[in-house]
């Protein structure tokens, strides 16, 4: 079975501050792929990045990067000096190789304050 | 850019009706997918298609049904509404099995 949690279900920060999301999945499968997505207040889900499982260098884009390590099953995202337009809720999923459907964690709501 | 388009921002309906939701993608994309998001379940799958006239069923298919009769339109139809459909619909599509999805804006659906 695949599964993603995201543990924190709510974050607020002051402007500039660093934060981490987190999300740790489960898997058996060897080959595997997982996605980061932004859904701001209008609703629509932004694809933000995608990672396989033989892929475990970090992803910087910007103020975002991304820290993949398969020995804790964790593909975190961290957003330096956030910003106001960072504030949404943001989804970590999962992909397998025998299935097409992404498995998508509960979703982490970030405030970012002025 | 990919494009996924989906019929109505806002709609509401009543218990009985038949819904129809649309979704359209401009990528030629092979798959697509219809997914429900609701406070605190997150996003599920309701059905999935991976070729034209070909659909699967996700994890809550149940009172759903989906059409796909062309390769850029996907249809999910709620046959019978009933309150507990009351929800944000959102249209998906991925050029192939584990890409990446793009999603649309979202359809949020009250039955009352």
């Known amino acids: 079975a695949q599964k993603v949690t995201q543990a924190q279900t709510e974050i607020s920060v002051v402007e500039k501050e660093d934060v981490t999301l987190d999300c740790v999945y489960e898997t058996r499968d060897t080959t595997y792929y997982l996605f980061w997505y932004k859904q701001p207040p209008s609703g629509e889900l932004v694809f933000l990045i995608r990672?396989?499982?033989?892929?475990?260098q970090n992803e910087i884009s910007g103020r975002y990067s991304w820290n993949f390590q398969k020995s804790t099953s964790s593909f975190n995202f961290t957003i330096t000096a956030s910003q106001v337009v960072d504030s949404a809720v943001y989804f970590c999923a999962l992909n397998t190789y025998s299935g097409y459907a992404l498995n998508f964690g509960k979703g982490t709501s970030l405030l970012v304050t002025p | 850019d990919v494009k996924v388009t989906q019929s109505s921002r806002y709609l509401v309906k009543r218990t009985g009706e038949k819904v129809f939701l649309e979704c359209v993608q401009d990528m030629d994309h092979e798959n697509m997918f219809w997914y429900r998001q609701d406070p605190g379940l997150g996003l599920r799958l309701i059905y999935f298609?991976?070729?034209?006239?070909?659909?699967e069923k996700g994890d809550i298919p149940e009172g759903y049904s989906v059409s796909r009769e062309k390769k850029e339109r996907f249809s999910l139809i709620l046959e019978s509404a009933s309150t507990n459909q009351t929800s944000m619909y959102l249209c998906?599509?991925?050029?192939?099995?584990?890409?990446?999805?793009?999603f649309g804006p979202g359809t949020r659906l009250t039955v009352t």
């Open positions: 990672r396989n499982s033989f892929d475990e």
């Open positions: 998906a599509s991925s050029l192939q099995g584990r890409d990446e999805q793009y």
């Open positions: 298609s991976y070729d034209v006239k070909m659909k």
